[in-house]
Nanobody, 120 residues
Framework: VQLQASGGGLVQAGGSLRLSCAAS??????ISWFRQAPGEQREFVAG????????VYADSVKGRFTISRDKAKRMVYLQMNSLKAEDTAVYYC????????????????WGQGTLVTVSS
């Protein structure tokens, strides 16, 4: 599967942004969003199973972010609401076979990142 992330930008704290991840090729995968802030490790944000739409979220984004997929359009979205300055990072979508996991090393397909900057 090939992935392409888009939708990043500059937003004020408290605002919203929606990221998109276009998937081509086989899509019976797990698709997850990760993020990496400057000087920090890349961390799991949210994941979704392509077939059933089962979701998993990091505690830091629960209740604020929503991951979804549109099977017909082969798109995975990350709706981000109530954004905080600490959400500033480069966001990546990634894919793997099997279960949703939070470890970057479990994912072997990565899209390019899209930068989200939240101003306080």
């Amino acid at each position: 599967v090939q992935l392409q992330a888009s939708g990043g930008g500059l937003v004020q704290a408290g605002g919203s942004l929606r990221l998109s991840c276009a998937a081509s090729g086989r899509t019976n995968w797990i698709i997850s969003w990760f993020r990496q802030a400057p000087g920090e490790q890349r961390e799991f944000v949210a994941g979704i199973t392509w077939n059933w739409g089962t979701t998993v979220y990091a505690d830091s984004v629960k209740g604020r972010f929503t991951i979804s997929r549109d099977k017909a359009k082969r798109m995975v979205y990350l709706q981000m609401n109530s954004l905080k300055a600490e959400d500033t990072a480069v966001y990546y979508c990634a894919a793997r076979n099997g279960d949703i996991t939070t470890k970057t090393s479990d994912y072997n397909n990565w899209g390019q990142g899209t930068l989200v900057t939240v101003s306080s």
